[in-house]
């Protein structure tokens, strides 16, 4: 199930709208701080306070949990192979 987040979200590398999210495996809606991977490039951002999406400082993404880091590396996975499959919006 996908969850609204900032409906002005926007990929900070490639600018695809990103104004749902969905949890890899879980139910999980965004709360600040959670990590938000691009559907169509698989860029790595966090979501803030308000849901919108900035950029890991260096030291954040230097830092990343060993688990946040795997599922990181899986989100990208997919997200890479559902561009392929689909192509971009
Ligand atoms: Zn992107």
Redesign the pocket.
Known sequence: MSHKTNQRNR?L??G?SLELATGLNTEHKPNPGDVSI?I??S?VAIFDGDLSLRKPTDEEAANFPAEISQEIHRAQTVTRAWSRTFGRN
């Open positions: 990929c590398e490639c695809h691009c169509s490039c860029a």
